[in-house]
């Protein structure tokens, strides 16, 4: 044994932790072609970490997931982490965490 990872039979690796031995997306998360490239080249895993990174900014930012801005505010913040596109990911400030009190 080498020390190397395996390679997926498929040759996919994982645009974002770049290992080829983890599992891809079971189905694409949207009906488009960002769904197309995730499926493509996202695993489970990286996936599972955007989705907490998403409800972060949802919670911090205090999005409401049905207007426009909010829906390109996180596709922005996705491309960013999953792909290392379009520049810098929000910061989610939490010099306050626990300090809010009713």
């Known amino acids: ?12 690796r994982c645009a974002r932790c ?3 031995d983890r599992e891809p997306l079971p189905r694409q ?3 488009n072609e960002l769904g197309q490239k995730l499926a493509a080249e996202i695993c489970t895993e990286c996936w599972d970490e955007w ?4 409800m972060l900014l ?6 409401d997931v049905r207007e426009p801005r ?3 505010f996180l596709l922005t913040n996705l ?3 999953l792909f290392g ?8 400030d939490s010099s306050e965490e626990g300090t809010v009190s009713w």
């Open 79 to 81: 491309r960013s982490f």
């Open 70 to 72: 909010s829906r390109e």
């Open 18 to 20: 770049e290992r080829p």
């Open 85 to 92: 596109e379009g520049g810098e990911e929000a910061e989610i």
């Open 51 to 54: 989705k907490q990174r998403q």
């Open 58 to 63: 949802i919670n911090h930012y205090g999005l």
């Open 29 to 31: 998360p949207f009906p």
């Open 1 to 12: 044994m080498t020390g190397e990872e395996p390679i997926r039979p498929d040759g996919m």
